[in-house]
Structures are given as C-alpha cells and as structure tokens.
C-alpha cells in the first residue's frame, strides 16, 4: 500500500508495505527518488545492497539510454552510460556534435562516422609520450598517396616522407631532388650525416640489387680506422 503525505511543506509518496518513501518533493523543488532528503533537482538512490542497477532509463520504440552502477554499495563504483543495443552515443554543445561512440566503439571526435578506435577530425596535441602497446607497432599513415607525414619541434619540420614519391627528407623537403633520401637545410651548415659504429673500427654503406643473398651486396662505402 501507498500513502500520500505532505509533511512541514515536504510531499511524499510513502510505501507501507515496505516502510520506504519512495518518492520525496522539497520545498525548494529538489525531487528525491528512494531518498528523503535530494541535495539536487534530482536525485536517485539505489538500495545498499543492490549491484548492476540500472537507475535511469529513456527509452524510445526500440530503443533506451540508461545510467547503471554495479555496486551501490562500493567506495568507488563503476557508473556506466547504456544504450540498448548498438545506437550510438553522442555529445554536443548546442547543436552542434563534438563526439560519438558508435555501435562498434569506435570515438570519433568531430567526426560523426569514426572508422577507427579513435577518428579525430583536427589537431591533436600530445604533451608527453604517443606510444605503442607491447609487441605491436607504432603506425603513422596520412591515409593517401598525395599526402606527407611530417615530424615537427616547435612548429619546424624536421622529417618529412613525401607520400607521392617516398622520397625521405631530414631538415628539408624533398623537392627538387632525385634522391630517395635528403639530409641538410641547405643554410651551409656541416656535418649533416654521421655513421656511428660503436666500437667497431669500421662502418659501411652498402648498395644492394635486392633482399637475398648476394643482391644486398652488390657494392660498399667504407671507412677504417686504426687508432
């Protein structure tokens, strides 16, 4: 059995049976559910003892978003963001979409079709470390022939991959030359390549015809030194 109060200006719906209120309005409109006392315009307990307990739901024809914890009882509990099978969930300022999950994961920022795990439609800046998971590697793909990878420090190009030819340039682009691989920023400066061989006493450059055999030593640049 249910029963209406309205006690010193607070309204409730009281269950008998259960000697719980179920449903509390203050005077200062905050609504209550299973809670006496909401410290919010709304504001919904669960039970101690409950786990998985979904406490808000908007549902749709076929469809629902819900709001669950998995323990109601925990110092620290999971709180988790459902929809009901693979709709996607969004987030916006205004009208306007600034991120997605889609029905298989994937986060798109700024871009409401995310192919991968993460698909940023902009800038995105690292302040510390972009690293690999162990034992995979760390892929960088501009997604298109027509399209450069370059490594910048402080906004300069350091290394650049030219994606219509693969040519390599470090600390200048590649165009005008022939070569496959660039090094210099063309202001005079000395030094720009160093071969270090550690402790042995010699280093080459070797020039190959292929991957196999004696393909990759088709010829050599070396030097010697008997200090």
């Not at 409950?50 to 549902?59: H, Y």
């Not at 995310?114 to 034992?135: H, M, R, Y």
């Not at 390549?193 to 990759?216: E, N, V």
Request: aromatic share 8%; proline share 2%; net charge negative.
């Amino acid at each position: 059995d249910y029963k209406i109060q309205n006690l010193n200006g607070v309204f409730g719906v009281r269950d008998e049976t259960n000697s719980e209120t179920r449903l509390t309005i203050k005077s200062n409109g905050n609504v209550g559910i299973n809670t006496t006392d909401p410290g919010a315009r709304l504001e919904i307990w669960a039970d101690d003892d409950e786990t998985n307990k979904t406490l808000f739901s908007l549902r749709g024809k076929t469809s629902a978003f819900n709001i669950r914890v998995d323990d109601a009882d925990a110092a620290n509990p999971t709180w988790t963001l459902r929809s009901y099978a693979s709709e996607p969930i969004a987030f916006a300022q205004g009208t306007t979409e600034i991120a997605r999950f889609n029905g298989s994961g994937n986060l798109g920022i700024g871009s409401e079709i995310p192919a991968e795990k993460l698909d940023v439609n902009g800038t995105i800046q690292c302040l510390n470390e972009l690293k690999s998971k162990t034992g995979n590697d760390l892929l960088l793909n501009a997604g298109s022939a027509n399209r450069d990878v370059k490594i910048q420090v402080n906004d300069v190009n350091m290394l650049y991959v030219k994606g219509d030819t693969g040519k390599i340039g470090i600390g200048t682009d590649t165009s005008g030359f022939a070569t496959r691989l660039v090094v210099g920023t063309g202001d005079g400066e000395t030094g720009n390549m160093t071969l270090f061989s550690g402790i042995s006493s010699s280093s080459y450059i070797h020039f190959a015809d292929g991957k196999s055999g004696a393909d990759r030593y088709r010829g050599y640049v070396t030097y010697q030194t008997y200090l």
